[in-house]
Protein backbone atom coordinates (compact mmCIF):
# COMPACT_ATOMS: atom_id res chain seq x y z
CA UNK A 1 0.00 0.00 0.00
CA UNK A 2 2.80 2.47 1.13
CA UNK A 3 4.48 1.55 -2.22
CA UNK A 4 1.38 2.45 -4.43
CA UNK A 5 0.91 6.00 -2.24
CA UNK A 6 4.60 6.42 -2.75
CA UNK A 7 4.50 5.98 -6.69
CA UNK A 8 1.03 8.09 -6.77
CA UNK A 9 3.01 11.19 -5.00
CA UNK A 10 5.70 10.74 -6.93
CA UNK A 11 4.27 10.99 -10.33
CA UNK A 12 1.71 13.66 -8.95
CA UNK A 13 5.32 16.06 -8.20
CA UNK A 14 6.34 15.44 -11.74
CA UNK A 15 2.41 16.49 -12.78
CA UNK A 16 3.54 19.43 -11.01
CA UNK A 17 6.58 20.16 -12.77
CA UNK A 18 5.22 19.31 -15.86
CA UNK A 19 2.77 21.77 -15.26
CA UNK A 20 5.49 24.56 -14.25
CA UNK A 21 7.10 24.38 -17.44
CA UNK A 22 3.85 24.18 -19.46
CA UNK A 23 3.33 27.85 -18.07
CA UNK A 24 6.23 29.16 -19.58
CA UNK A 25 5.65 27.64 -23.19
CA UNK A 26 4.22 30.22 -25.46
CA UNK A 27 2.22 27.36 -27.31
CA UNK A 28 -0.39 26.97 -24.37
CA UNK A 29 -3.66 29.28 -24.55
CA UNK A 30 -3.56 31.75 -22.35
CA UNK A 31 -7.06 30.78 -20.63
CA UNK A 32 -4.53 27.31 -19.44
CA UNK A 33 -1.57 29.49 -18.54
CA UNK A 34 -3.96 31.17 -16.12
CA UNK A 35 -5.71 28.05 -14.61
CA UNK A 36 -2.22 26.24 -14.66
CA UNK A 37 -0.83 29.52 -13.06
CA UNK A 38 -3.09 29.07 -9.97
CA UNK A 39 -2.76 25.19 -9.66
CA UNK A 40 1.22 25.43 -9.69
CA UNK A 41 1.35 28.25 -7.42
CA UNK A 42 -0.89 26.77 -4.62
CA UNK A 43 0.76 23.37 -4.74
CA UNK A 44 4.49 25.02 -4.48
CA UNK A 45 2.86 27.31 -1.38
CA UNK A 46 4.80 26.23 1.62
CA UNK A 47 1.40 27.18 3.30
CA UNK A 48 -1.85 24.92 2.61
CA UNK A 49 -5.15 26.59 2.92
CA UNK A 50 -6.36 23.75 5.36
CA UNK A 51 -3.70 23.64 7.32
CA UNK A 52 -2.36 19.61 7.49
CA UNK A 53 -2.64 19.60 11.40
CA UNK A 54 -6.57 19.64 11.41
CA UNK A 55 -7.60 16.29 11.31
CA UNK A 56 -9.10 14.42 7.58
CA UNK A 57 -9.75 17.81 6.45
CA UNK A 58 -5.79 19.16 6.59
CA UNK A 59 -4.71 16.48 3.74
CA UNK A 60 -7.73 16.99 1.63
CA UNK A 61 -6.26 19.83 -0.59
CA UNK A 62 -3.68 17.60 -1.37
CA UNK A 63 -5.31 14.56 -1.85
CA UNK A 64 -8.46 16.00 -4.13
CA UNK A 65 -7.84 19.65 -5.13
CA UNK A 66 -4.51 19.48 -6.32
CA UNK A 67 -5.23 16.30 -8.46
CA UNK A 68 -8.35 17.33 -9.86
CA UNK A 69 -6.62 20.85 -10.65
CA UNK A 70 -3.23 18.98 -12.36
CA UNK A 71 -6.14 17.08 -14.33
CA UNK A 72 -7.77 19.95 -15.78
CA UNK A 73 -4.86 21.93 -16.43
CA UNK A 74 -3.10 18.72 -18.25
CA UNK A 75 -6.80 18.91 -20.48
CA UNK A 76 -5.98 22.23 -21.45
CA UNK A 77 -2.45 22.04 -22.51
CA UNK A 78 -1.58 20.64 -26.17
CA UNK A 79 -0.35 17.00 -26.51
CA UNK A 80 3.27 17.81 -27.85
CA UNK A 81 3.91 20.93 -25.52
CA UNK A 82 2.79 17.93 -22.21
CA UNK A 83 5.75 15.42 -23.64
CA UNK A 84 8.44 18.73 -24.24
CA UNK A 85 7.68 19.88 -20.39
CA UNK A 86 7.69 16.09 -19.19
CA UNK A 87 11.15 15.84 -20.03
CA UNK A 88 12.31 19.21 -18.29
CA UNK A 89 10.26 17.96 -15.44
CA UNK A 90 12.22 14.86 -14.77
CA UNK A 91 15.29 17.33 -14.99
CA UNK A 92 13.99 19.54 -12.25
CA UNK A 93 12.78 16.47 -10.34
CA UNK A 94 16.51 15.71 -9.22
CA UNK A 95 16.83 19.21 -7.99
CA UNK A 96 13.97 20.18 -6.31
CA UNK A 97 10.71 22.65 -6.30
CA UNK A 98 10.41 26.22 -5.93
CA UNK A 99 8.75 27.81 -3.03
CA UNK A 100 6.15 29.95 -3.94
CA UNK A 101 6.64 32.86 -1.12
CA UNK A 102 4.25 35.00 -2.54
CA UNK A 103 1.08 32.65 -2.65
CA UNK A 104 2.00 31.41 0.69
CA UNK A 105 1.46 35.00 1.97
CA UNK A 106 -1.40 35.33 0.39
CA UNK A 107 -2.99 32.13 2.42
CA UNK A 108 -1.34 32.94 5.78
CA UNK A 109 -3.09 36.79 5.03
CA UNK A 110 -6.78 34.76 4.64
CA UNK A 111 -6.07 32.75 7.77
CA UNK A 112 -4.95 36.31 9.90
CA UNK A 113 -8.25 37.83 8.37
CA UNK A 114 -10.55 34.94 9.68
CA UNK A 115 -8.42 34.77 12.66
CA UNK A 116 -8.62 38.58 13.38
CA UNK A 117 -12.83 37.81 12.57
CA UNK A 118 -12.92 35.21 15.10
CA UNK A 119 -11.38 37.13 17.66
CA UNK A 120 -14.18 40.19 17.02
CA UNK A 121 -17.26 37.86 17.13
CA UNK A 122 -15.84 36.17 20.60
CA UNK A 123 -14.93 40.08 21.71
CA UNK A 124 -18.80 40.91 20.70
CA UNK A 125 -20.37 37.94 22.37
CA UNK A 126 -17.81 38.41 25.87
CA UNK A 127 -18.88 42.27 25.72
CA UNK A 128 -22.94 41.47 25.45
CA UNK A 129 -22.65 39.34 28.74
Known amino acids: MFK??????KNLKRQIFTLYFACKDERVPWY???FIVCVVAYAFSPIDLIPDFIP????????????????????LIPDNVIVDCE????????N??????IVGSFILMIWLVIFIWVIYKVYQLI???
Open 56 to 75: VLGYLDDVILIPIGIYISLK
Open 127 to 129: SKV
Open 4 to 9: KLKIWA
Open 87 to 94: MKAEEMMK
Open 32 to 34: AKL
Open 96 to 101: GKPKNW
